[in-house]
């Protein structure tokens, strides 16, 4: 790994981070705060405003248990935080890989005693630390404003594994987006299918909550590995987990094999 690089990438992208942080902990306080620990349904509220069940459901809102943490796997996990991240990943992704080569400060990188392997690997051990320092905040985040707000209410163990299939889930779209940022030049190509493709998961998700006859499509999706109401009811997760691991590892390798070997205009 190139040290030097590794904390230029932090200097370049700290102020993106800390953007994404403010948001992800405005949206924990507000969601966590809407829970009321005598049983109230929130739906029953939303549905008051006149919004149709399948619109709720789209975006994962189908809280069946009572307990805050399964109020926030529903209202938080469900949708925003697979949303959130995702926005960030894209973008730093792009930047690290097909946007230097696109703007050609990836030629006096590689015109220094460095090799391409070096650089890729670098960039993937930047990627997954900047999506782990967001998984962790979440989680410490979580944990302080549930303590705050709901002594002894959430179940902390559940908590700490619902945030690692969170974690499971971003690293392999995080692994997809770097693949396509090695494999193209250009910031346009990069983006077409590194965003275009988390993008159309995160919909296919939708569309699957939205209607459940359309439940075939799921699989097409790295989303449909990571159910949060799995981890609440303390069902089995390790395959799907183990399966978003092998998906991470195998893309995340599959970019830097791709960026030594290809062509590069420089």
Known sequence: MITALYKKDWKAHWKLLLAILVISAMYLTVIIFMFDPSGGDVLEQLAALKMPEEFLAAFGFTSADPSLLGFLASYL???????????????V??????AMVDR??????LSSAVTRR????????FLISYLMVQMLFITGAGLVISAAQF???LHQAGFLKLNGGLFMAHLAISA????????????RRALAFGAGLPVMFLVM???????????????????????PGDF???????LPMLALALIATALYAAGVVVFDKKDLPL
């Open 118 to 125: 070096q650089v890729a690997i670098t960039q993937a051990a």
């Open 151 to 153: 002594p002894g209410m």
């Open 176 to 187: 997809l987006c770097f693949f396509f940022s090695c494999l193209f030049g250009e910031t």
């Open 77 to 91: 996990y469900g949708f925003l935080l697979l949303a959130l991240p995702l926005v960030s990943t894209i973008i």
């Open 205 to 227: 998700q939708m569309l699957v909550n939205y209607n459940p006859d359309l439940k075939a499509l799921r699989w097409l999706s790295f989303f449909s590995l990571f159910a």
């Open 104 to 109: 050609g400060s990836m030629a006096s990188i």
């Open 93 to 98: 992704a792009n930047r690290l890989m097909a």
């Open 232 to 238: 609440v009811a303390g069902s089995p997760v390790w």
